[in-house]
């Protein structure tokens, strides 16, 4: 009896195990696919990323000093339409996601990350955090604080 139960124990931990590396991997996804849409203009991609609830969030710093946020998914796709109107790309963007923490609790996680973006104007760095709920089996973001690191951002438009 004793060896059945060590076996199942194994077999959970196993199975437990393998089911956090999926959902690991599948919100590791939902980000690529809210960033890459976003700089693609692929507005499908990049809303799909997103829970379509009243109480998602967005926050960023931006060039100039001043900062965004966002609250709503109304608001927020009303916000970035002007994104999305033309399907014609401006710079093409690489984007460069490093040194993850996901700690995950029951259909919410929390992530953050080092993101790189790389395009024409140079090379940007960002320290992005998101929180993820699973909705009907699949994770959406519903907060988002993006700190860009500006200090060479303007030096590099100068250049041009």
């Known amino acids: 009896m004793k060896i059945v139960l060590l076996g199942v124990a194994v077999w959970l931990g196993t199975v437990t195990g393998s089911l956090a590396q999926s959902d690991q991997e599948a919100i590791k996804q939902v980000l690529r696919d809210e960033t890459e ?69 029951g259909s919410m996680a929390f992530v953050t990350y080092d993101q790189t973006l790389l395009d024409s104007h140079g090379k940007t760095t960002s320290k992005e955090s998101r929180v993820l709920e699973k909705l009907d089996g699949r994770w959406k973001i519903i907060n988002v604080v993006a700190l ?12 041009k």
Do not use: C
């Not at 990323?49 to 000093?65: D, E, I, Q, S, T």
């Not at 860009?148 to 250049?159: H, I, P, S, V």
């Open 37 to 105: 849409g976003f700089f693609k203009r692929d507005k499908a991609r990049w809303a799909g990323a997103w829970a379509h609830k009243p109480y998602v969030h967005f926050a960023a710093n931006l060039y100039g000093g001043d900062f965004m946020l966002i609250k709503g998914w109304n608001n927020l796709e009303k916000q970035f339409a002007n994104q999305f109107k033309s399907s014609k790309l401006t710079d093409k963007v690489t984007v460069q996601n490093a040194n993850y923490t996901i700690h995950q609790n």
């Open 148 to 159: 860009t690191n500006l200090k060479d951002f303007g030096l590099a438009q100068q250049a």
